[in-house]
């Protein structure tokens, strides 16, 4: 308090009350203290959650598809459009195999998976911590909303169901690949043909040239063709002699006489 008077730092009064809380805390004896005096942290742990639920709206703005990206922000999707979309994927569904699913049940189940797909949503199997299986959705855009009852009644609960859309969403997203695949050769045999045509073109354009060639002098050329260039050598050829002389050449060796079964 004389620092901050001799200072005149008036904002450090806004202080003064902690040293004495300090006091209390550090020299005042545990036996007789009837409660613990401890700093508040409600705030710090709101903000930690509203961190982390910032980050679960932004990892689910990643996921959206870019077309629909563009008409929501993180206000949108925490006010307007989670209440709606958990209430969309909270069907009613049986915990049957698809098999004995009825054409009704099928059609719904095919519209929420087309959904998650589209809004990059998935249910995730992990360990829990007493050492079982689960279905989680990922991300957890669940944390996003408070319910009374709370959240899991709103999300298919049961194992099954979660572990059929699972099934169901990987499925569709190798289909959809598959058919990606399949329509490229389409584009390529295309390429082929515009490749091919562009080729015709400047060959066309060769021939022109090559038709309008001319010497020093300004005269055409005409080019012979194969079968005049061929008769000209076979004629070439008949006109040739041909001779032979036989050199024997020289050599400084040691010559020994041999006879022929010696070789054998």
């Not at 009064?13 to 401890?38: D, I, K, M």
């Not at 049961?158 to 499925?171: A, D, K």
Request: net charge positive; hydrophobic share 35%.
């Amino acid at each position: 308090m004389t620092t901050a008077n001799q200072l005149h730092e008036n904002g450090m009064y806004g202080y003064l009350p902690y040293p004495a809380v300090n006091f209390h805390r550090f020299f005042a004896g545990s036996t007789c203290q009837e409660r613990r005096v401890e700093y508040p942290r409600v705030d710090y742990t709101n903000y930690t959650k509203k961190k982390g639920l910032q980050g679960v709206a932004d990892l689910f703005l990643a996921g959206v598809h870019p077309v629909r990206r563009r008409f929501f922000d993180r206000t949108i999707v925490v006010t307007e459009l989670m209440p709606r979309l958990i209430g969309i994927l909270s069907p009613e569904l049986r915990p049957v195999n698809k098999q004995l699913l009825k054409p009704e049940e099928k059609e719904v189940l095919s519209r929420l998976v087309d959904v998650m797909i589209e809004f990059g949503l998935n249910f995730v199997q992990e360990k829990t911590t007493a050492d079982q299986f689960a279905y989680h959705l990922d991300p957890p855009i669940e944390q996003l909303l408070d319910y009374e009852q709370g959240t899991n009644n709103c999300l298919p609960h049961r194992y099954v169901i979660r572990q059929l859309l699972s099934q169901e969403i990987e499925t569709e997203l190798l289909r959809r690949r598959e058919e990606t695949m399949d329509s490229r050769p389409s584009t390529e045999s295309s390429r082929t043909r515009m490749n091919a045509s562009t080729q015709n073109n400047i060959m066309e354009k060769l021939m022109k040239v090559e038709a309008t060639e001319k010497d020093f002098f300004g005269r055409p050329i005409v080019r012979k063709g194969i079968d005049e260039v061929m008769q000209e050598n076979e004629g070439a050829k008949r006109s040739v002699r041909v001779s032979y002389r036989y050199h024997e050449g020289f050599s400084n060796a040691v010559r020994k006489p041999l006879l022929v079964r010696d070789f054998l």
